[in-house]
């Protein structure tokens, strides 16, 4: 009877209404942390960064210019994140210096594509880097951003499609500009002193086209050298081929190295008509002679005493706030703070209408941004399929130094 009694007791068994319930709660917890692990994949996926390399010279002849592109970007990345980032993700930056050396600059590039979450690299200061790492950004599919390197092959590059987009000087359209400031001011035979670069030569084939359409004579040319401290035969060449002024095309070191040689063989009085590349380092401390008592003008892009508008206004603002009060005509290198700038919020425009960080939709979507409102000037448009380049010669225009070695605009331009 007993045993008749167990049995019974085994067939009737049904599990305890406690393990029924503990069961039920465990198969709750586990749906609930897997619906967690989830949410929180997705969620970290929205809100982990996304970058922007800035690959510059911040170590050798140009730290101004790196500088200023640095600020440049700061200021434009701090209104992006200030509205929710891009794609609802912030950006951060990521920087290097490549030294002015175009083999570090190639390493740099290389570094920057291991990123996944890079959508662009800003490069520049100098053209010779920038021609280097050409086949690295274009075999790693990199967005390449120029907002200062000069030379005309950095976008006529050959490549197709061309990852690189600028708004910066392009010598082609300098060199009419530089030729024609010399006529304007009467002037029918120049010297050409050009740095003995990649930049130099793109320079030497636009100032040379410039002056055979305009009329003006090439006297002689003379080339410097990087790091080069004499030029005293060269400017006493310049004087016997009775040149009427100087093109200079050279960095802030090799710069005063010619200015100087002028000042010591008294003819500050001749005209040195400069572009850009003497306002991206030390010029004016370089300098034995006061600036204001040279004959000398520089190629500019952008001035808060030229673009007065409410768009410069408050970049002139945000850059007071974030990095001090300052005299507006004592911001050193300007012109590339206001480029990459303008470069960042047309890729953040680019991001937003792309939906996609990707390469090749960015590209496509740069190339089609339509009517855009930068600090420097509106777009209309930046870019297209067939014009990587946002700025041409009406968009140049001519300064001098002041007493303080501070650039101001030209008048009468």
């Known amino acids: 009877m007993e045993g008749k009694t167990n049995q019974l007791m085994l067939y009737n068994y049904k599990p305890y209404p406690q393990l029924k319930d503990f069961m039920r709660l465990r198969f709750t917890f586990w749906l609930l942390t897997l619906m967690t692990l989830s949410f929180h994949s997705n969620g970290s996926e929205a809100s982990s960064p996304l970058y922007i390399g800035i690959d510059a010279d911040f170590s050798a002849v140009a730290v101004d210019g790196g500088v200023a592109i640095k600020r440049g970007v700061e200021l434009a990345v701090d209104e992006i994140n200030k509205k929710g980032g891009l794609l609802g993700r912030p950006v951060n930056i990521i920087l290097k210096d490549h030294r002015g050396n175009p083999a570090r600059g190639i390493h740099n590039i290389k570094q920057f594509a291991t990123n996944s979450d890079l959508i662009a690299v800003i490069g520049g200061v100098h053209t010779p880097v920038a021609l280097a790492e050409l086949e690295s950004i274009h075999q790693l599919n990199l967005l390449y951003l120029v907002p200062w390197a000069a030379g005309t092959q950095v976008i006529d590059n050959q490549y197709a499609p061309n990852n690189v987009f600028r708004v910066s000087v392009r010598d082609a359209e300098a060199g009419k500009v530089l030729i024609q400031h010399a006529a304007s001011r009467g002037i029918e035979r120049v010297a050409l002193v ?181 600090v420097i000037k509106t777009y209309d448009p930046a870019f297209t399929p067939t014009q990587h380049d946002a700025l041409m010669a009406k968009d140049y225009f001519m300064a001098s130094f002041d007493k303080k070695g501070n650039l101001v605009v030209l008048e009468n331009q």
């Open 194 to 374: 050009l740095e003995r670069t990649g930049w130099g030569r793109s320079n030497e084939a636009s100032l040379t086209l410039a002056a055979a359409d305009m009329g003006i004579t090439i006297t002689t040319i003379r080339w410097i050298n990087w790091q080069q401290k004499k030029f005293e035969e060269d400017i006493s060449a310049i004087k016997s081929d009775k040149a009427e002024a100087i093109i200079l095309i050279a960095n802030a070191p090799e710069g005063a190295v010619v200015v100087n040689e002028l000042a010591a063989q008294n003819l500050t009085a001749l005209p040195v008509i400069s572009h850009w590349g003497i306002a991206s380092g030390n010029f004016i401390e370089r300098l034995n002679v006061e600036p204001d008592l040279l004959n000398l003008s520089v190629l500019q892009t952008f001035h808060f005493d030229y673009q007065k508008h409410a768009k410069a206004q408050q970049l002139l603002e945000a850059y007071h706030s974030k990095y001090g009060l300052v005299d507006p005509l004592a911001i050193h290198a300007v012109t590339g703070i206001a480029h990459a700038y303008d470069l960042v919020n047309m890729l953040a425009l680019a991001v937003t209408k792309a939906g996609s960080t990707t390469v090749d939709a960015l590209r496509n979507s740069l190339e089609d941004l339509g009517s855009f409102e930068g």
